[in-house]
């Protein structure tokens, strides 16, 4: 048997393909969760399979504060098309240094506010983690502008940890979750866009429809844009 391969042959593509690409380091976001609290990586990738499920089969969709895009491979497995942005650029450069081949997407530096949505219209846009980060004065302008690069059928799901979490959140997620609503608030904001808002609540990894008042985290599904 040769060195350079694995003692079990069912586990030698793996080695091959990391001969072949090289390791797949984390992100700027999801190395810090690694280090800090390793299951939140565990719960953060589960609501990007549901966004990937949700949206699956769509051709050109936009994530909206993709962060270090470390979950993006997992929306593009089911979209045609995808493009992700953030108003940082190191997380931009840093999402774009980690694309591998297999699963490609786009990567854009925006400032919602102030720059032109790229690759517009999506027929599906989502949001996780990052609204609850806005100050309230600003979600309207930021929902305008995203509905604004939809397309007529297109579909968008937002996602944040439920103002009742906030009672057990670290301290320095508290700093930064500034907007943090409950389920029926978020479903309202919505309704002021959508037609149909579909709202699902998250404890850790598993999404449910269970009453929201025990949910850490609150997914909204919306379609049929007003």
């Avoid at 999506?122 to 949001?127: Q, R, T």
């Avoid at 670290?170 to 978020?186: E, F, Q, R, V």
Wanted: glycine share 6%; charged share 25%.
């Amino acid at each position: 048997m040769s060195e350079d391969t694995t003692r079990d042959p069912a586990n030698a593509p793996g080695y091959e393909v990391q001969k072949k690409i090289g390791p797949t380091r984390l992100g700027v976001l999801k190395n810090w969760e690694w280090y800090d609290d390793p299951k939140r990586i565990l719960f953060s990738m589960s609501r990007y399979k549901f966004v990937s499920k949700m949206f699956e089969g769509r051709e050109n969709v936009m994530e909206f504060g993709c962060g270090d895009a470390f979950n993006a491979p997992i929306v593009r497995q089911g979209v045609k098309k995808l493009t992700v942005t953030d108003f940082d650029p190191v997380f931009i450069a840093d999402a774009k240094e980690r694309m591998r081949d297999k699963w490609p997407y786009d990567a854009f530096v925006v400032d919602i506010l102030k720059d032109e949505v790229p690759n517009a219209p999506y027929d599906g846009i989502y949001s996780m983690d990052v609204f609850e980060h806005l100050p309230a004065e600003m979600e309207d302008e930021v929902l305008q502008k995203l509905c604004a690069a939809l397309s007529e059928h297109g579909a968008m799901i937002i996602g944040m940890p439920s103002l009742e979490s906030q009672e057990y959140a670290s301290p320095p997620s508290k700093a930064g979750h500034i907007n943090c609503k409950t389920m029926p608030d978020l479903k309202a904001l919505m309704q002021k866009y959508f037609h149909s808002v579909f709202m699902f609540s998250m404890n850790d990894e598993v999404v449910h429809t269970g009453y929201h008042k025990m949910a850490h985290y609150i997914i909204a599904v919306c379609a049929d844009r007003k």
